[in-house]
Every structure is written in structure tokens, then in C-alpha cells.
């Protein structure tokens, strides 16, 4: 119970106190997931609101990893970005910005020397500047 566990094992703690337990769990990294079983709303609520995971769901451990749609992923130590769905996508996209002159020649007359009265007054019009 040292160490990140990957494998067909889940760990069952029991506890006494909840708070206690919240504070056990907030000691750690924070965990890629947090399955919670449980008939109470006060827990769940508690739980859900006051510990930090990547992803998880209340009352099942299959059905929300298996929802293609739903993004699974980590926070912290426990894995950065989601893959699934359109959350996979935005991962795994790199977005580049490009820029090229513009037909109009604008840019060539603003980015090149002499700077001048002239040129000043164009650029401040085509940016809508007095």
C-alpha cells in the first residue's frame, strides 16, 4: 500500500473515523482514481468535495472506464491530461500558431525600416487607434 498499484487489485481500507480517512488519503500523491461504495449521501458528498483525483465514480469500478466518451486521466504524480472521447483528442493534439504576411502587404510595411510618421499612423488605423 506503498506504491501506485497497476494491476486486477483493489485495495479495500476500512476505517474508523472519516475525517481521519480523508486525511490518510489528502497524505498521499493524489490518486489517478477514487472509487467509493456507498448508500450515504453526507459521504459521498464529503468525499467527493474534499479529495482531489483524476477520476472515479461512486457505487461502481467498470462502467465509468469503460464509458468511451467519459475522459480518463490523472492529476499530479498520477498522470497529466485524459484520453477518451474529446479529452483524448485535446491531449494529444499539439495546437501551433502561424502566422504568414498578409496579401495586403500590410505587415511588410509596418515590420520594416525606416519606421516613419506614416507608417505609424497606418498601423494605429488598421488597429483602430487614434
Known amino acids: 500500500m506503498n506504491e501506485e498499484i497497476f494491476g486486477p487489485v483493489m485495495p479495500v481500507i476500512s476505517y474508523e473515523n472519516l475525517d481521519s480517512a480523508i486525511d490518510l488519503i489528502k497524505s ?6 477514487l472509487y467509493l461504495f456507498t448508500n450515504n449521501d453526507v459521504v459521498r458528498k464529503k468525499i467527493l468535495n474534499e479529495i482531489s483525483f483524476g477520476g472515479g465514480a461512486v457505487n461502481d469500478a467498470v462502467m465509468y472506464f469503460s464509458h468511451s466518451s467519459l475522459p480518463f486521466g490523472g492529476v499530479g504524480q498520477s498522470g ?19 502566422f504568414s504576411e498578409t496579401p495586403t502587404g500590410l505587415n511588410s510595411i509596418s515590420n520594416t525600416f525606416p ?3 506614416q ?12
Open 115 to 117: 519606421h516613419t510618421k
Open 119 to 130: 507608417k505609424l499612423k497606418l498601423i494605429k488605423f488598421v488597429m483602430g487607434l487614434k
Open 80 to 98: 497529466m491530461g485524459s484520453y477518451h472521447g474529446k479529452a483524448g483528442f485535446d491531449t494529444f493534439t499539439h495546437y501551433k500558431k502561424r
Open 28 to 33: 498521499k500523491p493524489k490518486p489517478l482514481s
